[in-house]
């Protein structure tokens, strides 16, 4: 059983429009992070959060926003989506920092037209 | 400029072979841990072996395995009996620790891995 999972899997949405992305977690983790994938590139941190209603910047955090209303659940939220947001966006959670692992979300494949 | 590098961005092997992934980092950091993560194609994403900084141990889970050559700051992940269920795109990823209290993963661009039976 999944223990993240992300909704949409998949979203097409238009330039300036708003797009909410979600994330649920039943691992019971303190952290979750939004991560964004283009082609060519690795997975780059968006938004990280580690106690409910509290998010911090990550390393390209420019044009998001982010959301924890509770231990379980994360959001990112585009207000104006533009073209470059055009990627797949994987959500995560672990225990802790360090050396624990993440454990991801399946991804949601985003498509800004 | 890239933090993880893995410089072949594709890799293609038969059933049973051995397959070596390399990866290289750089960090200013004593203190810092390394993560191979392979992206399914039906697109989740999965831990595969942690290697932290701080040992010398050689890490090994299944048929992963990993060679870490700190003074280079190289860290390859070696996969034995290769599967056509390995196929995918492996991801070597850094963590280090800095004053303020860490941040997150940083990943490489990943090598996509072709197993033909």
């Known amino acids: 059983e999944a223990a993240v999972t992300q909704s949409p899997r998949s979203k097409v949405a238009v330039t300036g429009g708003k797009v909410t992305l979600s994330c649920h977690q039943t691992n019971n983790h303190d952290y979750m992070y939004w991560y964004r994938q283009d082609t060519g590139h690795g997975l780059r941190l968006i938004h990280y959060?580690?106690?409910?209603?509290?998010?911090e910047k990550g390393d390209i955090p420019d044009g998001y926003k982010a959301s924890r209303p509770s231990q379980e659940n994360f959001s990112l939220i585009l207000e104006l989506a533009s073209l470059s947001q055009t990627a797949v966006y994987f959500c995560?959670?672990?225990?802790?920092?360090?050396?624990?692992?993440?454990?991801f979300g399946p991804g949601t494949r985003l498509t800004v037209l | 400029a890239q933090k993880v590098i893995q410089v072949w961005s594709t890799a293609s092997r038969q059933e049973g072979e051995e397959l070596t992934l390399d990866c290289s980092y750089e960090t200013s950091q004593v203190l810092y841990h390394l993560f191979w993560y392979k992206h399914l194609l039906s697109g989740e994403m999965v831990f595969l072996i942690r290697?932290?900084?701080?040992?010398?141990a050689k890490e090994r889970s299944g048929r992963y395995s990993v060679v870490f050559q700190k003074s280079l700051k190289s860290i390859s992940l070696v996969i034995s009996a290769l599967q056509p269920d390995d196929s995918g795109k492996y991801f070597c990823?850094?963590?280090?620790?800095?004053?303020?209290?860490?941040?997150?993963?940083?990943f490489g661009t990943g090598t996509t891995v072709s197993v033909s039976p």
């Open positions: 990823a850094l963590w280090e620790l800095v004053y303020q209290g860490g941040r997150a993963l940083i």
């Open positions: 290697q932290m900084s701080s040992s010398t």
């Open positions: 959060s580690y106690v409910a209603d509290s998010t």
């Open positions: 995560a959670s672990s225990p802790d920092w360090g050396n624990y692992e993440q454990y």
